[in-house]
C-alpha cells in the first residue's frame, strides 16, 4: 500500500519536471528551434489545426526557421498565425515559405529570460513539494486508521523525501542548463 502511493508520487512529480521542461522549449534563446512553434494553431478550413500538422519546418542555419505547408493555399494564415502567436516572431512570407528570423537577443532581454526561467524552476519545485505533502498526508491518514505500521509510514515518507531531493536536483540541473543557454552568445 505504502509503495503505491510512493510510486504515485514519483510519476506525479516526473510530470512535473516534464511540464516545466515543455515550458522551457517555449522560452527562445538565441538560436530558432521548431519547438517554438508547437502551440501555434492555425485556422485551416474553418478548424483550428496544430501548426506541426499543416507544414514541414526545417532550419536553413541557426537564426531562421523555414515553414513549407503542405497546402500552399494555407500560407497565409500560417503566416497569421505565427504574427499573432505572442512569441514576438515576425513572419516572412515568399509565395511558397514562410520564413522566421530570429534576431540575437540583447543582454537585457537575457537577463529578463533567465528571471523566467528561475520563476518556472521555482513552479516545478512548489508543484512537487506539493505532491510530497500530499503523499506524506496520505500515509498518515493510513497510519491513524491503523491499516499500515509507523515503521512502514517512517519507511515511506524517508522514500517519498528521497525522491523529492531527487526530482529538485533535476529541476536545479535543468534550470542551470537552460540558464546557460540563454547567455550563451
Request: net charge neutral; aromatic share 4%.
Amino acid at each position: 500500500m505504502v509503495n503505491n502511493i510512493v510510486q504515485e508520487a514519483k510519476s506525479k512529480m516526473d510530470k512535473s519536471v516534464e511540464v516545466m521542461g515543455r515550458e522551457f522549449t517555449t522560452i527562445r534563446t538565441g538560436r530558432a528551434t521548431a519547438s517554438l512553434l508547437d502551440g501555434v494553431k492555425v485556422s485551416y478550413y474553418g478548424s483550428e489545426t496544430p501548426l506541426l500538422q499543416l507544414a514541414g519546418i526545417s532550419n536553413p542555419d541557426a537564426r531562421t526557421l523555414e515553414i513549407k505547408p503542405y497546402d500552399t493555399s494555407a500560407l497565409a494564415e500560417i503566416e497569421k498565425s505565427i504574427f499573432q502567436s505572442n512569441l514576438g516572431l515576425t513572419p516572412q512570407n515568399d509565395g511558397k515559405v514562410v520564413r522566421i528570423s530570429f534576431p540575437p537577443l540583447t543582454e537585457e532581454r537575457r537577463k529578463d529570460l533567465v528571471k523566467v526561467v528561475r520563476k518556472m524552476a521555482e513552479e516545478a519545485r512548489i508543484a512537487v513539494r506539493s505532491i510530497r505533502r500530499d503523499a506524506n498526508d496520505h500515509i498518515k491518514k493510513l497510519e491513524k486508521a491503523k491499516e499500515i505500521s509507523e515503521d512502514d509510514s517512517k519507511g515511506g515518507e524517508t522514500q517519498i523525501q528521497k525522491a523529492t531531493d531527487a526530482i529538485i536536483t533535476r529541476i536545479d540541473d535543468l534550470g542551470r542548463k537552460k540558464e546557460a543557454d540563454l547567455m550563451e552568445v
